[in-house]
């Protein structure tokens, strides 16, 4: 079974790969590594190595420093060494001191003969290695959280699986030490999108930073049980479908202007994840349709519309 660390790490790459727009023939031929292990490594598995992760976020033209953290999440999950050990047991309760002895007047250069030796350090415990590493891991993490423009990545790492980054209604705020809470100061609130109307077409709503102070403009139950929703976002003037508890095969299609835009499961990794298709360019007024298509021959496509407020 996979780790949530490896499947974040696999998402993230996923996304990587369509926005750099290679196959897996292509990155093989862009990268130092082969076809079939891009195929591996983007299904979770096998862990990348990460040289293989620094290379797709320079095809993608992304910092790589939230992807090595990742990698560094997973590789220490896949490794052990996020593995707790019991404390180590408390050291039982030292005799009382002598009173010390008034120094010599002339001290001794070393032992005098005869003496035994000084004890050696005690080489440290496999727990207080452990902690260590442990250590390191939580290091990781903050890395994780402050590496990432504005904290919206790190909510795609914390928040459960009902709740994603464009789930956001509002502004980010702050609590005082009372609990009270209080909005952001100047520097703390949303960071800004990173792509705007056209520019954003066919891009990926939350690596463009579009899923902040957003509408939903569908929700809807299936009859196969997947759910699927439709967002608009007024900021950057797009829309785009999403759909989850899905079925590989499964495949939500998202129409606007003319412009259709589309999202497949194609495994058991998608089908435990929200699944979103690239945004479209929208605006008050506009017509968005939004199609889901069943796996299999025996269910019906259902489409719904709304109009965007």
């Known amino acids: 079974m ?14 990587l ?13 862009h990268t130092s590594f082969s076809k079939s292990s891009w195929g591996r490594y983007l299904k979770g598995e096998t862990l990348p190595p990460r040289e293989a992760v620094r290379e797709l976020c320079r095809l ?11 990698w560094e999440l997973a590789e220490s999950e896949s490794s052990g060494r996020t593995a707790r050990v019991p404390p180590p047991a408390r050291p039982e309760t030292a005799p009382e001191a002598e009173p010390e002895a008034e120094p010599a007047k002339e001290p001794a250069e070393g032992p005098a003969p005869g003496d035994p030796a000084p004890p050696r350090p005690t080489p440290p415990t496999a727990a207080a290695t452990a902690h260590r590493r442990s250590w390191r891991v939580t290091v990781v993490m903050v890395a994780v959280l402050a590496v990432t423009a504005g904290g919206v990545t790190a909510a795609a790492l ?20 009372a609990g ?15 792509c705007r109307g056209g520019a954003c077409e ?7 930073l579009c899923g902040i102070g957003l509408d939903t403009l569908i929700e809807r139950r299936t009859a196969s049980g997947a759910r699927l929703q439709v967002r608009y976002s007024a900021t950057c003037g797009t829309s785009w479908g999403r759909i989850w508890n ?4 499964d495949r939500v299609e998202l129409t606007a202007a003319g412009s259709t835009r589309s999202a497949e499961i194609t495994d058991a990794l998608d089908a435990t994840a929200y699944i979103y298709t690239p945004m479209t360019r929208t605006a008050p007024g506009t017509l968005v349709r939004a199609c889901f ?13 709304a109009t965007v407020r």
Do not use: I, W, Y
């Open 2 to 15: 996979r780790s949530p660390e490896r499947a974040r790490l696999t998402a993230t790459l996923r996304s």
């Open 246 to 249: 899905t079925r590989v095969g």
């Open 158 to 177: 914390l928040l459960p699986p009902d709740r994603t980054p464009d789930d956001s209604r509002g502004p980010a705020t702050a609590t005082t030490g």
């Open 180 to 194: 009270t809470g209080a909005t952001s100061g100047p520097g703390t609130g949303p960071p800004s999108p990173r």
């Open 293 to 305: 298509r069943p796996s299999g021959q025996t269910r019906r496509e259902e489409c719904f519309e």
């Open 17 to 29: 790969k369509e926005h750099a727009g290679l196959s897996l023939t292509g990155l093989g031929e």
């Open 202 to 208: 066919g891009r990926d709503p939350l690596n463009m």
């Open 60 to 70: 993608a033209g992304e910092p790589e420093g939230r992807c090595l953290a990742l």
